[in-house]
Each structure stands twice: as structure tokens, then as C-alpha cells.
């Protein structure tokens, strides 16, 4: 892994050994895929001016609902995290442990909530689909607070599938369908089948107590069959109500939104267009982010994922006004491009770079970084 020199090595790494399905349900976006590039377009578009001289000495270290992380970045909710390399979870639980970062679970993971849980105590948070079941929902989260987790995300911005056509193409539905295209894309990877074999076919097992069986459906559609898409602001206030850790609302770009969410009594708003896998048309994650904390001003908690690949990405994040950043496919290029070594390699690029470019621009902290650095 250690020619893997920054988190394209490893998606390039991951596109070779996944088959065609399995790496376009990771890398791929919506639609035509508009909102993905954007998120990376409006980062790189973000320049920060470097100060020389200042003989820093830097820490990476951030606070968040009153806890220190050694980083300012965690993993984001990732569904079926195992189809992308077996104990693909596990793996980067193993990072979160060590490293503290907090990993967050989603409700559709390929592995229990229980059990990551457990990987690593205390860096565990919950993503919520909301469920139309109520009993789901309950139940939820209490196997989520009996596993010692206190921070939930709710996810607000799957009201219906994302347009992903690339699972269309190439055939993604669940159960598995052994159609001659898939058969030949599996076949073409024979590392990857092979481990896939041995672990056995991923499922939501998170799911599982209350669900049927899943039959010709993409993962997509599963996942939306499940959520209540006429979800409310008054659904919400509900939740609020069953919650006692700290609530953030994910998926949230617009202003108005962001209020919605504080004023039903969320501890905090997660920026988001879902990796661009939702509407293809909507900002990019790092505009939303400066116009939300305008808006909300200082004392708002405010997170936000999309496009992040660096160190420095996670700077750019910051200035812009993040109190906090996740990444998802980095992480999972990451364990698919190696399993246990790329999944420590991923945090190990993300860490090492965000330390590097704090030197590089002067600054001696995360908690110091701001719009002083911004340029112009
Ligand atoms: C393969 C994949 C599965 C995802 N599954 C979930 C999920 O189950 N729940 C959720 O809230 N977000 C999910 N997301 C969105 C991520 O949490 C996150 O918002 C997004 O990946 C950030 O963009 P990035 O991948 O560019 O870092 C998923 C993203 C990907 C790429």
C-alpha cells in the first residue's frame, strides 16, 4: 500500500480488483452525474494562502459535542460497506479505534450496529433512515443507545431513490441475479470473488429482524422502500423527543433547512448532498456549507461531507466553515483498493496530509483554522 500515494491511487487500485457493479455503486453519482463532479470542482476551487515563518508545531485535534477526536474528519455512513471488500466495516472500524475517529454506522450497513459497536467503544455513531414503521424506528435506536452510542444522525435527503444509472446498467439488483453479465464481471475479479464467496453475500442485517425478503429490487429502491419519504419537520421533533444524545440532521443544503432542523432541536445540521447520489442538480456540498454557516452564524454546529479526498480538502472544508468533515468513498476506496492495509492507508493519507498542510499554511491548529486563510 505504500505506493498508493493519495486516494486516486486507491480508487484506481479499487476499480481493478471490484467488479464492474460493485465499483460503479461506490464511485457512481445520480443522474448524469453533475452533483458528484461538483462537489470535487467547487473544492478544488477553493484556494487558501499559506503564511511562512511561523515555525508550527500542529494539532489536528477537534472538538465535537463537547468530545475531542485526535482528527477533524470521521467516516461516513456507507450502506453495504461489505460488498465493496468482505469486513470492509470491520476494517475501518479498526481505524476509528485506533486513530479516534468517529465512524458512523448507517442503518443499511452491512454489519450490525452491535458489532461495530463494539470494534470501536466509544467512536460509534448511528445514521438513521427513518423508517415508516414506527416500531422500526424505536427500536432502532434503542439497540443504537444500548450500544453504548450517543450521537445519531438522521438522514433527511432520500425522500425518494437517486437516478443511479450506473447500478441500472449494470445490473445491481438485490439478491444477487447470476445474469451472464454479472457472472462475467465476477468472474474478471477473482480475488474479489473468491473473498466475497468465502464471507457470503452481503445483506442489512441491521434490518433483517423486521424486513422480508429483498427480491429484484437495486439497492436503492430497497433502501427507499424502506423509508418513510413523506418524512416531516414534525416526524422529526418526534424523534428529538426519543433521542436523548446529540441529534444532527444529514443531507441538508438549504438555508431554510438548516434552520428547520435547529429549531426542531437538533444539536446540529450535517451538510450534504449525499456524495452527489441523489438530485443531480443540487449544490455542491462545500457552497451549501458557506451560505448555512453565514446564515447560522458561529455558534452553530455545523458537519459536511462531499468530495473530500485530502488533508487538504479537509482544510478547504474547514475555512469554509466546517466544524467537522467526514468522508465516505475515500475510506472505501480505501478498504476495497486493500481491505485492513488500504483502509488504514486511506486514514493514514487523509491524517499525514491534513498535518502537512497545516505546516505548509502556517497554521498551528484545526481549532485556529478559519477565513483568515482564505484567499482571496
Ligand atoms: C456507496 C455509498 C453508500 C452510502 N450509503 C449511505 C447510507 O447508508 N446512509 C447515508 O446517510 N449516506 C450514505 N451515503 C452517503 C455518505 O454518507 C456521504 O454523504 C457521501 O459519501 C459523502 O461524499 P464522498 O463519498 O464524496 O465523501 C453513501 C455513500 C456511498 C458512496
Not at 115 to 136: H, K, T
Not at 171 to 179: A, D, K, S
Amino acid at each position: 500500500m505504500k505506493t498508493m500515494s493519495c486516494v486516486a491511487d486507491l480508487a484506481e487500485r479499487a476499480r481493478r480488483r471490484l467488479p464492474a457493479f460493485a465499483f460503479g455503486f461506490l464511485d457512481g453519482g445520480s443522474g448524469e452525474e453533475g452533483g458528484l463532479r461538483r462537489n470535487r470542482e467547487r473544492l478544488e476551487a477553493v484556494r487558501l494562502m499559506p503564511r511562512f515563518c511561523r515555525a508550527v508545531d500542529p494539532d489536528s485535534s477537534a472538538v465535537l459535542f463537547g468530545r475531542t477526536y485526535a482528527q477533524p474528519f470521521g467516516i461516513a455512513p456507507v450502506g453495504m460497506g461489505n460488498l465493496l471488500w468482505p469486513d470492509a466495516d470491520f476494517a475501518l472500524a479498526a481505524q476509528a479505534r485506533i486513530r479516534d475517529l468517529p465512524m458512523v454506522v448507517s442503518t443499511v450497513a452491512s454489519t450490525t450496529i452491535e458489532a461495530i459497536a463494539e470494534a470501536a467503544p466509544g467512536n460509534v455513531w448511528f445514521q438513521l433512515y427513518y423508517s415508516r414503521r414506527p416500531d422500526i424506528n424505536r427500536d432502532l435506536l434503542r439497540r443504537a443507545w444500548d450500544s453504548g452510542i450517543r450521537v445519531l444522525a438522521v438522514t433527511v435527503d432520500v425522500p425518494r431513490a437517486g437516478d443511479r444509472r450506473r447500478d441500472v446498467r449494470n445490473r445491481f439488483v438485490l439478491p444477487f441475479r447470476p445474469g451472464l453479465r454479472f457472472l462475467a464481471g465476477v468472474a474478471a475479479r477473482p480475488a474479489w470473488a473468491l473473498a466475497t464467496l468465502r464471507a457470503g453475500s452481503p445483506g442489512f442485517p441491521n434490518l433483517a429482524p423486521y424486513t422480508g425478503d429483498i427480491t429484484g429490487q437495486t439497492l436503492t429502491e430497497f433502501v427507499s422502500s424502506q423509508i418513510k419519504g413523506d418524512l416531516s419537520w414534525n416526524d422529526l421533533r418526534g424523534l428529538r423527543q426519543d433521542w436523548p444524545g446529540k441529534l444532527l440532521v444529514k443531507g441538508v443544503l438549504a438555508v431554510d433547512d438548516a434552520a428547520a432542523a435547529l429549531d426542531i432541536g437538533a444539536d446540529g445540521v450535517w451538510v450534504s448532498n449525499h456524495g452527489g447520489r441523489q438530485l443531480d442538480s443540487a449544490p455542491a456540498a462545500i457552497e451549501s456549507l458557506a451560505a448555512i454557516r453565514a446564515a447560522l452564524g458561529d455558534a452553530a454546529t455545523v458537519v459536511m461531507d462531499g468530495g473530500i479526498r485530502s488533508g487538504e480538502d479537509i482544510a478547504r472544508a474547514r475555512v469554509m466553515g466546517a466544524d467537522f468533515v467526514f468522508a465516505g468513498r475515500a475510506f472505501y476506496y480505501g478498504a476495497a483498493a486493500g481491505g485492513a492495509a488500504g483502509a488504514e492507508r486511506a486514514a493514514d493519507l487523509l491524517a499525514a496530509d491534513f498535518s502537512r498542510t497545516l505546516v505548509q499554511l502556517g497554521c498551528p491548529s484545526w481549532t485556529e483554522l478559519d477565513r483568515r486563510w482564505l484567499w482571496p
